[in-house]
């Protein structure tokens, strides 16, 4: 299992993102909402990974949250799509705080140098963006920044246990 933060930081993201029609679908699923799941079946392939899900799903070993999916805030069928999209932002962030470039100057140690700031202001800057981008997706979703974190939390575990969603 990899310990990853971001969609884009961890080795199977090109794999889970070509999937993602299927991940979003299986956990609508989840949440009580297969409208997507079984446009998929009808439409495409099961992805070889992701058949043992799909089989679990038919024979009713794998049972949908009824309970929690009362409670939900953000629709099912939008729910991954949304993290996703909230996790390549932070991802992009992420990037920008710690790649480093050929010269092995970090790029935001570039990027402060020319700017004539310290590398702190800078991290510290891309630290409010991020915090930014959690607030304005709960602002226009009408959630709290909490259930922002939620969705991430749950949107990492389907990355680090991927296949297994």
Same mark, same amino acid.
């Given at each position: 299992?990899?310990? #990853?933060?971001?969609?884009?930081?961890?080795?199977?993201?090109?794999?889970?993102?070509?999937? !993602?029609?299927?991940?979003?679908?299986?956990?609508?699923?989840?949440?009580?909402?297969?409208?997507?799941?079984?446009?998929?079946?009808?439409?495409?392939?099961?992805?070889?990974?992701?058949?043992?899900?799909?089989?679990?799903?038919?024979?009713?070993?794998? +049972?949908?949250?009824?309970?929690?999916?009362?409670?939900?805030?953000?629709?099912?069928?939008?729910? !991954?799509?949304?993290?996703?999209?909230?996790?390549?932002?932070?991802?992009?962030?992420?990037?920008?705080?710690?790649?480093? !470039?050929? #010269?092995?100057?970090?790029?935001?140690?570039?990027?402060?140098?020319?700017?004539?700031?310290?590398?702190?202001? #800078?991290?510290?800057?891309?630290?409010?963006?991020?915090?930014?981008?959690?607030?304005?997706?709960? $602002?226009?979703?009408?959630?709290?920044?909490?259930?922002?974190?939620?969705?991430?939390?749950?949107?990492?575990? $389907?990355?680090?246990?991927?296949?297994? +969603?």
């Amino acid at each position: 299992m990899v310990n #990853s933060k971001y969609i884009s930081s961890t080795p199977h993201s090109i794999e889970f993102r070509d999937v !993602m029609d299927w991940i979003a679908a299986i956990d609508a699923w989840d949440y009580c909402d297969g409208s997507l799941l079984a446009i998929l079946i009808l439409e495409e392939d099961i992805p070889t990974k992701l058949k043992p899900i799909i089989a679990d799903i038919f024979s009713g070993v794998r +049972v949908q949250k009824k309970k929690a999916a009362s409670f939900l805030k953000i629709s099912p069928r939008e729910r !991954m799509y949304i993290a996703q999209s909230i996790s390549i932002n932070l991802g992009l962030i992420d990037v920008f705080k710690t790649v480093k !470039m050929a #010269s092995g100057e970090s790029l935001l140690e570039w990027q402060s140098d020319r700017n004539g700031i310290e590398p702190i202001e #800078s991290k510290r800057w891309l630290e409010k963006e991020a915090r930014q981008v959690k607030e304005i997706a709960a $602002k226009d979703l009408g959630v709290s920044i909490e259930t922002i974190e939620n969705l991430l939390r749950d949107f990492r575990y $389907k990355l680090d246990n991927y296949p297994n +969603v």
